[in-house]
């Protein structure tokens, strides 16, 4: 008879490792999950410090913040300003930081700080090009423009070739007539550029960008310019004619509104401070928030109760895989299957030594009550119901014993499985009578051992890492725990036993 073919069974295993390991590495590229729990992301801390004078009445302060900087995050924000109101407004694609009191009088000063995290994608798309406003000239400048855009016209095939063109003809160290002309009229070039962009058609805007550097202070902003081209802008530095946005530059406002408006003070100015710093990578992606598929079925937005159970949960098939290979590959003998994953989690809620003790004397004197129990004749429903019982009176004892004796942890007791424990009573109790107290030491003993083992694999710190922020790795588990299923061969317990079969085989062929 031909034996069935095998090819679906490795293709399942094959499916369940690439399923686990892909899924595992989108949810790490989407939301900034690290791999290791010990990584470190770099941020920049920058303050804000806006200073004015307020004239005694009510005081309104409005500060354009970044929103959604190319190549940057928004890691965190706070206002430091004792005394003042404070609240975000966003509308437009726009956000605005909005201080606000009562009364004030004298010298002022709020501070503005956050943390953003760098080294993005930069890279944006806008669906549709925004409109351009007029620019109007007075007579000089009208001409001296148009002909100045002329001539960057004729050596430009799209609006950031016409930008490059015009900055050459405005940096030139030796300017024609009509660039000198414009430069006397409107001395910033940057609104400069931003005007014969608008005036030849080509959607531009003012952006102001902060330069970072770590330990700065009393920086100001930059102007640039951003000009639209085939469903992007493009930043232009108009001082240099670079091209493109630096990797040490945020934008900290962009568009045709005013960085910072006071009502009821003068005298504004706004400077900034910097910092370079680390953060923990899982406390980054925990901040952030995002919209994808891995954020909105992720464990992360539950309850911190419910998150806890499910952090202890996603252990138990690493003990399971712990369990099967004991069992199938070592050859190990337990006292059930699902047992000594369950006492692995009871290690984990009080220690390991704490553990041990707690669970040997509890199965210890159960065993001696249920040796008790056989002699009254009782059901074997009504033997294991006793035995629960039981069981819960000697956890509650050791418990209050152990608080007496300043064992906190002894109150963490109560998480063992007492229903396990009962039935393992049970079970050991019929053991010992059938087949002696050496298959009761044998079975109990190799329980214990493959739970210490899973014990020591779901306390490191990288496990509990990953099964928790990356479930889908479960299924790699999985998948190794049905190929061991498949295996047919010795197990390592019993090399030993037929090493001396495998010496005689080796010396007969020697002889021959």
């Known amino acids: 008879m031909k034996k069935p073919s095998k090819a679906p069974f490795y293709s399942i295993v094959a499916g369940l490792i690439v399923l686990g390991l892909v899924t595992a590495w989108l949810r790490h590229t989407t939301m900034d999950i690290p791999f290791f729990a010990g990584d470190h992301r770099a941020v920049w801390m920058?303050?804000?410090?806006?200073?004015?004078?307020?004239?005694?009445?009510?005081?309104?302060?409005?500060?354009?913040?970044?929103?959604?900087?190319?190549?940057?995050?928004t890691f965190s924000e706070l206002a430091a300003s004792p005394g003042y109101g404070w609240s975000v407004i966003e509308e437009n694609q726009t956000r605005r930081g909005e201080w606000t009191?009562?009364?004030?009088?004298?010298?002022?000063?709020?501070?503005?700080?956050?943390?953003?995290?760098?080294?993005?994608?930069?890279?944006?798309?806008?669906?549709?090009?925004?409109?351009?406003?007029?620019v109007e000239w007075d007579g000089p400048q009208a001409t001296a423009s148009s002909?100045?855009?002329?001539?960057?016209?004729?050596?430009?095939?799209?609006?950031?070739?016409?930008a490059r063109e015009l900055l050459k003809l405005i940096n030139d160290t030796s300017p024609d007539q009509n660039a000198s002309l414009m430069l006397a009229g409107e001395p910033d070039k940057a609104n400069l550029l931003e005007k014969l962009l608008r005036q030849a058609g080509i959607p531009a805007?003012?952006?102001?960008?902060?330069?970072?550097?770590?330990?700065?202070?009393?920086?100001?902003?930059?102007?640039?310019?951003?000009?639209?081209?085939?469903?992007?802008?493009?930043?232009?530095?108009?001082?240099?004619?670079?091209?493109?946005?630096?990797?040490?530059l945020l934008l900290w406002h962009r568009g045709d509104s005013s960085l910072i408006d006071v009502i009821g003070g003068s005298r504004s100015r706004i400077s900034f401070s910097m910092i370079y710093q680390t953060v923990p990578a899982l406390e980054l992606a925990g901040a952030q928030a995002t919209d994808s598929i891995f954020s909105i079925i992720g464990v992360h937005r539950l309850p911190i109760e419910e998150q806890g159970m499910f952090k202890l949960l996603f252990l138990l098939p690493l003990g399971a895989l712990v369990v099967v290979f004991m069992r199938v590959i070592v050859g190990l003998k337990t006292s059930g299957t699902f047992m000594p994953i369950l006492i692995a989690l009871a290690f984990l809620q009080t220690s390991l030594l704490l553990g041990l003790f707690s669970f040997i004397a509890v199965v210890a004197f159960g065993l001696v009550l249920r040796t008790y129990l056989s002699r009254?004749?009782?059901?074997?429903?009504?033997?294991?119901?006793?035995l629960v019982v039981l069981v819960i009176f000697i956890i509650s004892v050791l418990s209050l014993v152990g608080y007496q004796m300043g064992l906190n942890t002894g109150m963490t007791i109560t998480f063992f499985p007492m229903i396990i424990i009962a039935w393992t009573?049970?079970?050991?109790?019929?053991?010992?009578?059938?087949?002696?107290?050496?298959?009761?030491?044998?079975?109990?003993?190799?329980?214990?051992?493959?739970?210490?083992?899973?014990?020591?694999?779901?306390?490191?710190?990288?496990?509990?890492?990953?099964?928790?922020?990356?479930?889908?790795?479960n299924l790699v588990a999985l998948a190794l725990i049905m190929m061991m299923g498949q295996y047919t061969g010795y197990k390592l317990s019993e090399l030993r036993r037929f090493r001396a079969m495998v010496e005689n085989d080796a010396s007969v062929d020697n002889k021959g």
Not at 49 to 72: I, S, W
Not at 376 to 386: G, P
């Open 46 to 73: 920058i303050e804000a410090r806006v200073d004015f004078v307020a004239n005694g009445d009510e005081v309104t302060v409005n500060l354009g913040l970044p929103y959604d900087p190319p190549g940057f995050r």
């Open 101 to 134: 009191k009562r009364e004030a009088q004298g010298a002022q000063t709020l501070y503005y700080k956050a943390q953003f995290v760098g080294g993005l994608y930069a890279s944006e798309t806008l669906t549709e090009a925004p409109p351009v406003r007029s």
């Open 147 to 162: 002909q100045l855009l002329e001539q960057a016209l004729s050596l430009s095939s799209s609006p950031k070739s016409l």
């Open 205 to 248: 805007r003012i952006a102001l960008g902060l330069y970072l550097e770590d330990a700065r202070r009393h920086q100001s902003l930059t102007r640039m310019v951003e000009v639209y081209d085939d469903g992007q802008w493009v930043l232009f530095n108009p001082y240099t004619g670079a091209q493109g946005l630096p990797d040490n």
């Open 376 to 386: 009254l004749n009782l059901l074997l429903i009504s033997r294991i119901a006793t």
């Open 425 to 473: 009573i049970e079970r050991m109790s019929i053991l010992w009578e059938e087949e002696g107290p050496k298959e009761v030491f044998v079975q109990g003993g190799g329980s214990l051992l493959v739970a210490v083992l899973a014990y020591l694999m779901m306390q490191l710190p990288a496990i509990g890492h990953l099964t928790f922020n990356f479930p889908e790795l």
